[in-house]
């Protein structure tokens, strides 16, 4: 059974920084891309950033862009995103997700594995 468990997320003032955490479990962690994605209220699921299964190639959201990092280490079967200057715009509940993609894939319906996210609330 497939097991995507973030953890990280918090409430933290503006310009603040937290980091997430997500640790796979029940697949072949190396094999995937993995993508964080954000929902806030009342609007839709958007992509955040996603990096490839090696590591060696990730790609951002202009909205996040020079703020937020991700990475992974295999060896922990754990992808991270590092965010700083946080802004209150970027209060959503984060979900990590896994897809069996040789790319950095950007889109939802490319990830076949989700997480049950984690809310980052971002005060101004």
């Known amino acids: 059974q497939v097991q995507l468990v973030e953890s990280g997320g918090g409430l933290v003032q503006a310009g603040g920084s937290l980091r997430l955490s997500c640790a796979a479990s029940?697949?072949?962690?190396?094999?995937?891309?993995m993508g964080w994605f954000r929902q806030a209220p009342g609007k839709e699921r958007e992509f955040v950033t996603a990096?490839?299964?090696?590591?060696?190639?990730?790609y951002y959201a202009d909205s996040v862009k020079g703020r937020f990092t991700i990475s992974r280490d295999n060896a922990k079967n754990t992808v991270y995103l590092q965010m700083n200057s946080l802004k209150p715009e970027d209060t959503a509940v984060y979900y990590c997700a896994a897809g069996r993609n040789s790319g950095v894939p950007v889109r939802s319906r490319e990830y076949a594995y989700w997480g049950q996210g984690t809310q980052v609330t971002v005060s101004s």
């Open positions: 029940g697949l072949p962690f190396s094999s995937y891309a």
């Open positions: 990096i490839r299964w090696s590591g060696g190639s990730t």
